[in-house]
T-cell receptor, first 112, second 110 residues
Framework: DAGVIQSPRHEVTEMGQEVTLRCKPISGHNSLFWYRQTMMRGLELLIY????????DSGMPEDRFSAKMPNASFSTLKIQPSEPRDSAVYFC??????????FGDGTRLSIL | SQQGEEDPQALSIQEGENATMNCSYK?????LQWYRQNSGRGLVHLILIRSNEREKHSGRLRVTLDTSKKSSSLLITASRAADTASYFCALPNSGYALNFGKGTSLLVTP
């Protein structure tokens, strides 16, 4: 079985640019989560979806961040405009009902 | 919602030794999970222990939960170099989400 697939694996861009991170959850999973990991703050939950509907976006740091899940097999996290403090590793995870979360290998984002 | 706090932050042992890491929390929980993260990879689920369980085993892993002390421990027996990773405890957030601690970084040297 393919796991959670994230793209790109690495992204380097200049501040002010729009960044789009992509995630394909495991087929059949009905919940999807976006996390951000930094040395200072650890792993933070940004937003999660259940059955493609955003349930809790209280972790989204600012209006510059937005996430969508147009269908059960695809989600995006967008940052516009990007800032150097957005540099982090962004993880997507999915789960099915009460089962544990499965994580992708993340997108390492560097904003110069 | 709450985060667990892992202790120690870093642990260095030799192959064959046992590694113990702890997670403390503040308010009562229904369950607690442990995850592992290898360098440059995503987190991988190891084990879930429910509030009515005191101990759980999975291979060389042993997890305990003491709800009176609000703490859990993860023991890795007979450690191997491949166990080198960061280990996180995760507590339920509202709904389906999890809150992760800052993790324990384990280094196992040959």
């Amino acid at each position: 079985d393919a796991g959670v697939i994230q793209s790109p694996r690495h992204e380097v861009t200049e501040m002010g640019q729009e960044v789009t991170l992509r995630c394909k959850p495991i087929s059949g999973h009905n919940s999807l989560f976006w996390y951000r990991q930094t040395m200072m703050r650890g792993l933070e939950l940004l937003i999660y979806f259940n059955n493609n509907v955003p349930i809790d976006d209280s972790g989204m740091p600012e209006d510059r961040f937005s996430a969508k899940m147009p269908n059960a097999s695809f989600s995006t996290l967008k940052i516009q405009p990007s800032e150097p403090r957005d540099s982090a590793v962004y993880f997507c995870a999915s789960r099915q009902r009460d089962w544990p979360q499965h994580f992708g290998d993340g997108t390492r984002l560097s904003i110069l | 919602s709450q985060q667990g706090e892992e202790d120690p932050q870093a642990l260095s042992i030799q192959e064959g030794e046992n590694a113990t890491m702890n997670c403390s929390y503040k308010t009562s929980i229904n369950n607690l999970q442990w995850y592992r993260q290898n360098s440059g990879r995503g987190l991988v689920h190891l084990i879930l222990i429910r509030s009515n369980e005191r101990e759980k085993h999975s291979g060389r892993l042993r997890v305990t939960l003491d709800t009176s002390k609000k703490s859990s421990s993860l023991l890795i027996t007979a450690s191997r170099a491949a166990d080198t990773a960061s280990y996180f405890c995760a507590l339920p957030n509202s709904g389906y989400a999890l809150n992760f601690g800052k993790g324990t970084s384990l280094l196992v040297t040959p």
